[in-house]
Each structure stands twice: as C-alpha cells, then as structure tokens.
C-alpha cells in the first residue's frame, strides 16, 4: 500500500488530501448507517489516519451527530492532517484534550504504518478504548495491530469494526478478533495503479464503494456488498 499510495500521488496527481476526504467520508457512512449513534468521540492520531478520522468527524457533525475529536499531540500533526483539524475547528467541532464517553468511538490513532509498540499518549489512548461500552470502529487498521502480520501489540485497539482502505492488509484477515467486522472502502486508487505495480485486483467497487469482507471458514476473504 505504500507503494501504491506513492504511485497515485506521483503518476496520477490524485492527492493525499483528496485520498483522505474519500476515506473520511466513507468511514462517516458506514458508522452512519451500520449503529444507531447519537454521539461518536474521534481518537486522532498525528498521521494520515488522524485526517481520515478528523473527515469522518466533520463529516458526522455535518449529519447532526453530537463529535468529540480527541488529538494525541496537536504540535505533531503532518501538515495535511493540521489542516483538517482547523476544519473541524472552525466548523463548530468539539476539540478536547480528554476523551468522553460516547456511543462509539472511532480510532484513527495508527495507520498501516505501525513501528514497534504503541507508547505515551497514543498507549494511553488505546487503553482508554476498552473500558468503553459502546462500539469502537477502527480506521484502516485497529491501532496497535501489525497490518501485515496480524500480530497485536501490548497496547492495540480491539474493534467491533474496521474500514480498510483500497485493499484489504493481510494481517487484517488474520485477526478476526481484533478487526471484528472487516470492510473494505474505496479511496479513487485508478485500476491501472494496482496494474503498474503488479497487483492483480478484480473489480471491487462496480456496486458500491464500500464493501463488507466476510472469512469463508479461515479460507481467502470474499465480497458482501453493504
């Protein structure tokens, strides 16, 4: 997925802003139309994952959901990540340095970009998510999970869902009980990208954008759609 997320932004002028407005909004849907939530608390991390989840929170509050955004470390923020904090800001959402009970909690703490342990606020954060009673609903990867192996670190996330981006990580289908339900979103990658790189993809997304991954009996994944 690196390679490919380099690939679209350097051959196809796709940018990362536009990649994470998909994946924000597509993360918005399903948490919209998958559980009845009257409030969501968004943990966001200072990376790409923190943006997608700080879309997905402009996007909830546009849909009259009661958002709390709860940032790691607001001075560590990548640039396009900033800026959709300052979106959210200037929109009306609630920007808080302690995170609150709500009736789902989206993490958007770690991407596929995991290195080693989980550690400070970011640790703190993921434990804070198991003493909650309503559903959690991770972003690409559940924080503290190893994207290509499956293997959980001290400190990581345990999901009711996940909305994985583009393509679904191995160590995803590996974890069925960390990931909980997997889903698969589209984030505008051209079939031609996965073509250049030597990825055989079929046609995921013909029917909807947003497609359920269902473990056929610990064999591959196949397709549901939503």
Known sequence: ?????????????????????????????????????????????????????????????????????????????????????????????????????????????????????PRGRVAQLIEWTHDQVGHVVSLDVPSGLDATTGLATRHCVHADATMTLALAKTGLLRAPAITGDLFLADISIPRVAYQIAGILVPDLFAETSIVRLVDDCGSDATIQLV
């Open 1 to 117: 997925m690196r390679e490919i997320d380099d690939l679209v932004i350097r051959t196809f002028d796709i940018t990362l802003a536009q990649m994470m407005e998909n994946a924000g909004r597509s993360l918005a849907e399903l948490v919209i139309d998958q559980y009845q939530v009257s409030s969501v608390t968004v943990l966001v991390g200072p990376g790409h994952n923190g943006g997608g989840g700080l879309v997905a929170a402009r996007h909830l509050f546009n849909r009259g959901v009661e958002v709390t955004v709860v940032p790691t470390r607001t001075e560590r923020l990548t640039a396009t990540t900033n800026r959709q904090l300052m979106v959210a800001r200037a929109i009306g959402v609630t920007i808080s340095d302690v995170p609150v009970t709500s009736s789902l909690v989206i993490d958007a703490l770690l991407g596929y970009s995991l290195d080693g342990e």
